[in-house]
C-alpha cells in the first residue's frame, strides 16, 4: 500500500504515473497513457517507499538536483528539522544563512519523511 506522502512524490516530484500490470500497481516514467516500458525502470507501488526508505529517496534527492531545486529543498529541510540558525550575537533568526558543518551535520539527520515533506514543498 502506497502511502500518501509516497503518492505525492512519485507524482509531484518524480513527474511518474501509476499503471496496473500483472496484478501489480506500478510507478512509471513514461508519459501518462503510454505503457512502452522500453528501457524504462519501473517500481511497484508496494515497494518503492521514500518516506521510509532512505535508498528509496535518494532517488528523488537526484531528482530535485536535476530539477535544479537544490536550495529550494535545502531552504524546507531546514524549516521542517526545525534547525534554527542565528546570527554570530544569537540575537535573531537569520534569513540568509550559510552552511556551517554543524547545520549541515544536522540535516543528516533528518528522517526519510521528513526529506519527503521538504522535496514536496520544494516542488510547489
Not at 19 to 26: E, I, L, N, R, T
Not at 47 to 66: A, K
Not at 73 to 100: G, H, M, P
Request: glycine share 4%.
Amino acid at each position: 500500500m502506497t502511502s500518501d506522502i509516497d503518492r505525492k512524490i512519485c507524482q509531484k516530484v518524480m513527474g511518474w504515473h501509476t499503471f496496473s500490470q500483472f496484478d501489480y500497481d506500478w510507478w512509471c516514467p513514461c508519459p501518462k497513457g503510454d505503457h512502452d516500458l522500453t528501457g524504462l525502470t519501473v517500481r511497484k507501488h508496494e515497494t518503492f517507499s521514500p518516506s521510509t526508505d532512505i535508498s528509496d529517496f535518494w532517488l528523488v534527492e537526484e531528482t530535485l538536483m536535476e530539477k535544479g531545486l537544490t536550495c529550494e529543498y535545502i531552504d524546507a529541510l531546514i524549516e521542517i528539522t526545525n534547525i534554527l540558525i542565528v546570527d554570530s550575537d544569537k540575537s535573531k533568526q537569520v534569513a540568509n544563512y550559510r552552511l556551517t558543518s554543524a547545520v549541515i551535520f544536522l540535516l543528516l539527520h533528518a528522517t526519510p519523511e521528513q526529506r519527503c515533506l521538504a522535496a514536496l514543498e520544494a516542488v510547489s
